[in-house]
């Protein structure tokens, strides 16, 4: 049993991986295709990505998605800071409870549900629905994420380190700034970048928010989609994954040059 568990293990294993990156692959091969058809191959192209940039509604809604997840990701890594700080340093006060399953809430609360309670909540306000909502329905639930992983790095953090500071002369904040925020400063980093992400994956909160020139990437795509999938289509996804591979390069060849300091 154990031998057969041994031989199995990589077939398991590499079934997996190839369920999940085979139609990454497929789909950048067939981004290549000259054929306006993305089940017959007409040969080697990059037609579809001159065609891509030349995209000018596409090449709008990026930016506006760029725009976006950095604003939201900014709110929501300083909001879920706090959050965090208040949920770590200070013990039981009135609400903790409550403030506590608050700031849980969206990670366990359905996207479609969050979407049509922020869609009646600036309905209800008169708000106009555009850029400004977007950003704040996206901080609302990527907040959460970020606070999650701030306060893990503050769970294990050594607070005779501000004490110190202290006695020195710092004040609490100028204590935080120069010690405890480079310290944290790498779950920081991490938080702002999946709230970053979050944000540009976002497409069904963003459906019930948006409004006139707040048109996201994803939003773009799903709608092109629907009228029938076109090598351009291909040619944007295939711009994104090689994104997320070269960030992914850059914070492991980062990694790598820091270990022998820290060594």
């Known amino acids: 049993m ?3 568990r041994r031989a199995a293990s990589p077939l398991v294993l590499g079934g997996g ?5 085979a139609p990454i692959v497929i789909l950048v ?12 191959w007409g040969g080697f192209s990059l037609r579809w990505y001159t065609a891509l ?4 509604p596409l090449m709008e809604a990026a930016w506006v998605s760029i725009r976006i997840a950095l604003v939201s990701a900014a709110l929501a890594t300083v909001l879920g800071t706090m959050a965090a700080l208040t949920l770590t340093r200070h013990g039981r006060f009135a609400g903790r409870t409550a403030f506590t399953g608050m700031a849980y809430a969206p990670l366990v609360m359905p996207e479609v549900m969050i979407g049509l309670a922020l869609l009646l909540l600036f309905v209800g306000l008169g708000v106009d629905r555009g850029f400004w909502t977007v950003v704040i329905a996206h901080t609302t639930v990527s907040m959460c994420f970020t606070m999650v992983i701030i306060r893990a790095r503050l769970a ?4 005779s380190l501000e004490e110190a500071a202290m006695d020195l002369g710092a004040t609490p904040a100028r204590a935080f700034f120069l010690v405890t925020a480079p310290l944290i400063a790498p779950s920081m980093a991490a938080a702002f970048l999946l709230a970053f ?19 996201t990437l994803p939003m773009r795509i799903y709608s092109q989609v629907r ?33 022998p300091a820290l060594r």
């Open 2 to 4: 154990t031998a057969l």
């Open 17 to 21: 991986l190839f369920f999940l990156y």
């Open 29 to 40: 091969l067939w981004s290549f295709n000259d054929s306006r058809l993305v089940t017959v």
């Open 53 to 56: 940039f030349s995209n000018a």
């Open 156 to 159: 294990g953090f050594d607070t």
């Open 197 to 215: 992400t979050m944000s540009m994956d976002d497409l069904v909160i963003a459906s019930f928010v948006s409004g006139p020139g707040a048109t």
């Open 227 to 259: 009228l029938g999938v076109t090598p351009e289509i291909n040619a944007a996804s295939s711009v994104l994954i090689a994104l997320v591979v070269v960030g992914l390069a850059v914070a492991f060849l980062l990694m790598r040059r820091r270990k």
